[in-house]
């Protein structure tokens, strides 16, 4: 009797389990955890609604077979029996098993996401934290945009997709003929960016002969191309296109646009002396010949200013710095160069404003409003009232301006002229109003008096008077006019 009480003792106090620790690495509720958290993770790649393809198990067996069926069920059951009466043993011996039922969850239903019995609920959902599932999300793009992709668009419905930002492949379209009607659908929508998206596809997928002689016939997308092209700086593909279209003044100049890229003086010189012989327009010919020549005289300029200007011995390189080189710079801006720098040299010398003149045929306008600007910026008015004074065939003189006394008024006052010079030239301006307000403007008032006293108008005199300062030669002679 004893004895077998010793036994029961020993069976009541003694375990074939190891006591639960933090440490403990093989913690199988841990693990459950784990394994829902990987096999809900395995959603996302799953097509819930593909209920027509073969699945197959990880026995290599089809799902949904009658043996698949069986044998998961069979491990399920055997695997949630075992993990439930485990998990219970380890937290607490005191309570009774929970008897054995068929598990409600199969490998199917996990990838799938849900139960099959939905009443019931598993054992390690009931020892989580929660009681909320928390699947993976939804992380798929909806089945609609997978139509982008696998439908067979017709050329005008693909189109109509790019019009409006949708995705499509065009490298379905294999035929010369499919291509062309993509292209042709391009253009009778009108839209700019499809027409260039398309040119793009056909440049890539077609020989240049071929794609050429299509677009010779078809003039709206054979100017995107030459646009795109030189937008995108393909010169090559660009002359060769301009040369099958027989655009031989469009391949010289397309040629000529090199020198932009060539930064060497001596390099780009030797180009547009290359350039010169190129079958340019009559008028575009004489433009690069002036261009040659421009850049010619500039390296000449200088290397002569630079020189100058370094060994300190010209006075005017000394009172005013050059603030950047004349290379490559413009027409205009060598001429007002020469007439700042070199106003007084003979005609002989590359660098004379007049020698520019004559060599390039500046306009007198041109001419007189660059020298005008240069001198006044000096302030060498005695530059300035030559350039205006001409001489008749009887030796007699009179100024005379081919661009009008007033924007001569205006440039003057523009570099901060003495009032002096600026009555000189506003009396020279013929309409009376303009002259009336330039000189209010301006405040030459002898110019004002002497124009009312001339029109006899002793009602604006009058009231002129009260505009000048009292007790000033102004108002004296006001009142002088005024009297008599």
């Given at each position: 009797?004893?004895?077998?009480?010793?036994d029961?003792?020993?069976?009541?106090?003694?375990?074939?389990?190891?006591?639960?620790?933090?440490?403990d690495e093989?913690?199988?509720?841990?693990?459950?955890?784990?394994?829902?958290r990987?096999?809900?993770?395995l959603?996302?790649?799953?097509?819930d609604?593909?209920?027509?393809?073969?699945r197959?198990?990880?026995?290599?067996?089809?799902?949904?077979?009658?043996?698949?069926?069986?044998?998961?069920?069979a491990?399920?059951?055997?695997?949630?029996?075992?993990?439930?009466?485990?998990?219970?043993?380890?937290?607490?011996?005191?309570?009774?098993a929970?008897p054995?039922q068929?598990?409600?969850?199969?490998?199917?239903?996990?990838?799938?996401?849900?139960n099959?019995?939905?009443?019931f609920?598993?054992l390690?959902?009931?020892?989580?934290?929660t009681?909320?599932?928390?699947?993976?999300?939804?992380?798929?793009?909806?089945?609609?945009?997978?139509?982008?992709?696998?439908?067979?668009?017709s050329?005008?419905?693909t189109?109509?997709?790019?019009?409006?930002?949708k995705?499509?492949s065009?490298?379905?379209?294999?035929?010369?003929?499919?291509?062309?009607?993509?292209?042709?659908?391009?253009?009778?929508?009108?839209?700019g960016?499809?027409?260039?998206?398309?040119?793009?596809?056909?440049?890539?997928?077609l020989?240049r002969?071929i794609?050429?002689?299509?677009?010779?016939v078809?003039?709206?997308a054979?100017?995107?191309l030459?646009?795109?092209l030189?937008?995108?700086?393909?010169?090559?593909?660009?002359?060769?296109?301009?040369?099958?279209?027989?655009?031989?003044?469009?391949?010289?100049?397309s040629?000529?646009?090199?020198?932009?890229?060539?930064?060497?003086?001596?390099?780009?010189?030797e180009?547009?002396?290359g350039?010169?012989?190129?079958p340019?327009?009559?008028?575009?010919?004489?433009?690069?010949?002036?261009?040659?020549?421009?850049?010619?005289?500039?390296?000449?300029?200088?290397?002569?200013?630079?020189?100058?200007?370094t060994?300190?011995?010209?006075?005017?390189?000394?009172?005013?710095?050059?603030?950047?080189?004349?290379?490559?710079?413009p027409?205009?801006?060598?001429?007002?160069?020469?007439?700042?720098?070199?106003y007084?040299?003979?005609?002989?010398t590359f660098?004379?404003?007049?020698?520019?003149?004559?060599?390039?045929?500046?306009?007198d306008?041109?001419y007189v409003?660059?020298?005008?600007?240069?001198?006044?910026?000096?302030?060498?008015?005695?530059?300035?009232?030559?350039?205006?004074?001409?001489?008749?065939?009887?030796?007699?003189?009179?100024k005379?301006?081919?661009?009008?006394?007033?924007?001569?008024?205006?440039?003057?006052q523009r570099?901060?002229a003495?009032?002096?010079?600026l009555?000189?030239y506003v009396?020279?301006?013929?309409d009376v109003?303009?002259?009336?307000?330039?000189?209010?403007?301006?405040?030459?008032h002898?110019?004002v008096i002497?124009?009312?006293?001339?029109?006899k108008?002793?009602?604006?005199?009058?009231?002129y008077?009260?505009?000048?300062?009292?007790?000033?030669?102004?108002?004296?002679k006001i009142?002088?006019?005024?009297?008599?």
């Amino acid at each position: 009797m004893s004895r077998a009480r010793a036994d029961e003792e020993e069976y009541w106090h003694s375990s074939k389990f190891r006591a639960f620790t933090f440490d403990d690495e093989e913690d199988e509720l841990s693990q459950l955890k784990e394994s829902k958290r990987a096999v809900n993770s395995l959603r996302d790649i799953v097509d819930d609604d593909d209920d027509d393809l073969e699945r197959v198990s990880w026995s290599g067996e089809p799902v949904g077979s009658i043996s698949w069926s069986i044998k998961e069920t069979a491990s399920s059951s055997t695997s949630s029996l075992e993990g439930r009466d485990s998990s219970l043993q380890k937290g607490s011996s005191s309570y009774a098993a929970f008897p054995k039922q068929v598990s409600s969850y199969s490998l199917s239903s996990l990838f799938k996401g849900r139960n099959k019995l939905p009443s019931f609920q598993s054992l390690s959902d009931a020892l989580s934290d929660t009681g909320v599932k928390n699947y993976a999300p939804e992380l798929r793009r909806p089945k609609a945009e997978y139509k982008d992709y696998s439908s067979d668009w017709s050329p005008k419905d693909t189109v109509r997709r790019m019009q409006r930002g949708k995705v499509c492949s065009l490298e379905r379209f294999r035929s010369l003929q499919d291509k062309l009607v993509l292209l042709d659908e391009a253009v009778a929508r009108h839209d700019g960016n499809v027409i260039t998206a398309v040119l793009i596809f056909l440049k890539r997928t077609l020989r240049r002969e071929i794609l050429f002689r299509e677009l010779e016939v078809r003039q709206v997308a054979l100017c995107h191309l030459i646009h795109f092209l030189k937008e995108t700086g393909e010169q090559k593909l660009l002359l060769d296109l301009l040369r099958f279209l027989d655009r031989t003044e469009e391949v010289a100049l397309s040629q000529y646009r090199e020198h932009l890229n060539i930064q060497d003086v001596e390099k780009r010189r030797e180009f547009l002396k290359g350039c010169i012989g190129l079958p340019f327009s009559a008028e575009d010919t004489s433009h690069i010949q002036d261009h040659y020549t421009l850049l010619e005289r500039q390296i000449i300029i200088e290397a002569n200013d630079r020189h100058l200007e370094t060994a300190g011995q010209s006075e005017i390189f000394r009172k005013y710095p050059r603030k950047a080189s004349i290379l490559n710079m413009p027409l205009v801006t060598t001429l007002f160069y020469s007439c700042f720098y070199h106003y007084t040299e003979a005609e002989g010398t590359f660098s004379s404003p007049t020698n520019l003149k004559k060599t390039f045929k500046i306009p007198d306008k041109q001419y007189v409003l660059t020298a005008l600007a240069a001198r006044a910026k000096l302030r060498a008015w005695d530059d300035v009232d030559a350039l205006f004074t001409t001489k008749n065939w009887l030796g007699y003189t009179k100024k005379k301006a081919p661009i009008g006394f007033h924007r001569v008024v205006e440039i003057l006052q523009r570099n901060n002229a003495p009032v002096q010079v600026l009555q000189e030239y506003v009396r020279l301006v013929e309409d009376v109003e303009t002259r009336l307000n330039l000189a209010t403007k301006y405040k030459c008032h002898d110019v004002v008096i002497e124009t009312y006293r001339d029109l006899k108008d002793r009602i604006q005199l009058t009231a002129y008077k009260c505009k000048v300062e009292r007790g000033s030669a102004e108002e004296e002679k006001i009142n002088s006019i005024l009297n008599n």
